[in-house]
């Protein structure tokens, strides 16, 4: 059975297939059409599908729309009121359903050869909710999804047992923790439904002084529900221009706003955990990209496993309606990586290469190129394997560099051109996590923070947040061999055992995704070796 699964309507347009139960690939459109986020999340743009991504996952498994049993839409516009019945002031939101409605003649226009009739329409939290609790490790798990809004709703809190879904709980709207976040986002400057991550960074540069006032408008109460009505931003901190200097008080505003998140987030956990009493917390929706609060949960819920989708943002749920319509006849498989976008062969590598005309190598062992590169203080642009599905650089679409340097913090965001207060990640092996940092463990997708030991703080300052925390990627010899190697070399050359990791992009791009971005993002940025699959590129060579 072929399933393709769509998320369109909101932000981050996204295609994934499953094949008789197993993931088979999944990519966002922004790696396609390198518009970030793929739309900004308008009325107006409901009608964009995610056709680039849908037609490159058919492509991937030699199939045309014809061969498809089914198409999964992950909103189901039966289930939606009118804006203002929800609280919610969208004077064009009667557009976005309506566009919504129209979606099978939409997608068999965009698909050629699709059936209409193929089309199912999947409610937005369920397609969150089997984002997480079917494809995850654990067939028996309790499932929590926060967002900022589906059909009515923006939250969905409940049980899977082998792999089957019970809805225990749900919050309507207007009350909605990723619109609350989004508000503050757009208070303080910054991008909503986009840049709500600087927030969370920015919180740890900030004291929770206003959280008092804070939770007059958030909490959470003792049945599995909360509150979180709209904030008068402005009567506790002026807002911040777009683009001007931060002040203490918004950073101050942020750590109050990310503390009354944390404190709601958990007592929805612990609620969960005991109504369900299972050991596992499976988690989606764009709030569970709060790898601080998810830390908190796993520390503090009494659930023994937390695991959060890679991508639980509004991506996943492409990945999500596929799985749920999917597991109605097949029996669905653990998703196997985050590693389901698209890949080349050396071949057509080379070939890129050939075509653009710069000087490259083929070293004898391409780990030990970069790890010695690495060691040398350089930045290595490493593109290797299957991209990343999700928002996190993972290992395969990423910028390393040397930990050691406190200063190699502000040289990466100057490369990136970021904010310089947003803190770049580490990547160590698996096996020896435990000796620098303390967290939950494994954490192969970057989406909890981990206590730095105290005697690494000083010895991988780059990596090191303001709060004492990283936000940890464990890389697994079996799964990243190649990876596993680069660290391992750099290793040999420091006496270091982490290697700096962050997206290979700059700031208002998507990540990198196919050689030709690869090339133009050296090209365009201070980088001094690109690693691609087996051969390596040097700036002094390329630019001589």
Request: aromatic share 8%; proline share 7%; with cysteine.
């Amino acid at each position: 059975m072929h399933v393709l699964g769509i998320n369109a309507l909101f932000h981050d347009p996204a295609a994934a297939l499953v094949t008789d139960g197993k993931v088979v690939a999944a990519a966002e459109e922004e790696r396609f059409s390198r518009r970030k986020h793929g739309k900004r999340p308008l009325p107006f743009s409901a009608w964009e599908l995610p056709g680039l991504s849908a037609r490159w996952c058919l492509e991937q498994a030699g199939l045309s729309p014809s061969d498809l049993d089914a198409v999964a839409y992950s909103y189901d516009p039966a289930l939606a009121r009118p804006a203002e019945r929800m609280g919610l002031h969208d004077p064009w939101d009667h557009l976005r359903q309506e566009y919504a409605r129209q979606a099978p003649s939409f997608l068999a226009e965009a698909l050629p050869g699709l059936d209409p009739a193929k089309v199912r329409f999947v409610p937005h939290h369920v397609a969150h909710a089997a984002s997480a609790g079917p494809v995850s490790p654990y067939p028996d798990c309790a499932v929590l999804v926060l967002d900022g809004r589906g059909e009515c709703g923006s939250h969905l809190a409940g049980r899977y047992t082998n792999r089957e879904l019970t809805v225990l709980g749900a919050q309507e709207l207007p009350d909605s923790l990723g619109l609350f976040y989004e508000d503050l986002t757009q208070h303080l400057g910054f991008l909503r439904s986009s840049d709500e991550f600087k927030v969370m960074a920015l919180a740890s540069h900030g004291t929770p002084r206003f959280a008092g006032r804070l939770r007059e408008y958030v909490g959470a109460d003792d049945r599995g529900c909360f509150r979180a009505r709209p904030v008068p931003w402005a009567d506790i901190v002026p807002p911040r221009e777009a683009g001007g200097a931060w002040s203490q008080d918004h950073a101050d505003l942020a750590a109050s706003a990310q503390k009354c998140l944390e404190e709601t987030m958990l007592t929805l956990a612990r609620w969960l955990r005991e109504r369900t009493g299972e050991d596992a917390l499976t988690m989606a929706g764009g709030v569970a990209l709060n790898c601080v609060a998810n830390t908190r949960i796993w520390r503090e819920s009494g659930f023994r496993h937390v695991w959060v989708q890679p991508a639980a943002g509004d991506a996943g749920t492409a990945l999500g309606a596929a799985a749920h319509v999917a597991g109605q006849k097949d029996t669905l498989e653990p998703m196997p990586t985050a590693a389901l976008g698209r890949g080349w062969s050396d071949a057509e590598l080379r070939d890129w290469l050939e075509r653009a005309a710069v000087p490259y190598e083929e070293p004898a062992d391409i780990a030990e190129t970069a790890a010695e590169a690495l060691a040398a203080d350089g930045i290595v642009a490493w593109f290797q394997g299957r991209a990343e599905y999700g928002p996190r650089a993972l290992g395969h679409r990423s910028l390393l560099a040397h930990p050691g340097h406190a200063a190699n913090l502000e040289r990466l965001n100057a490369v990136k051109g970021r904010e310089e207060f947003r803190p770049v990640a580490p990547m160590v092996l698996a096996e020896r996590a435990a000796e620098l940092f303390d967290g939950p463990l494994p954490s192969p997708h970057m989406l909890f923070v981990h206590d730095v030991a105290a005697g690494w703080k000083d010895r991988i300052p780059a990596v090191v947040h303001v709060d004492g925390t990283a936000r940890i990627q464990t890389v697994d010899r079996a799964q990243e061999p190649l990876v596993a190697r680069v660290i391992d070399g750099f290793e040999r050359r420091t006496g270091l055992p982490v290697v700096v990791n962050t997206s290979l992009n700059t700031a208002g791009r998507p990540m990198v995704d196919d050689p030709r971005d690869a090339l133009e993002c050296f090209g365009s940025a201070p980088v001094d070796l690109l690693v691609l699959g087996p051969f390596a590129v040097r700036r002094g060579k390329a630019f001589a």
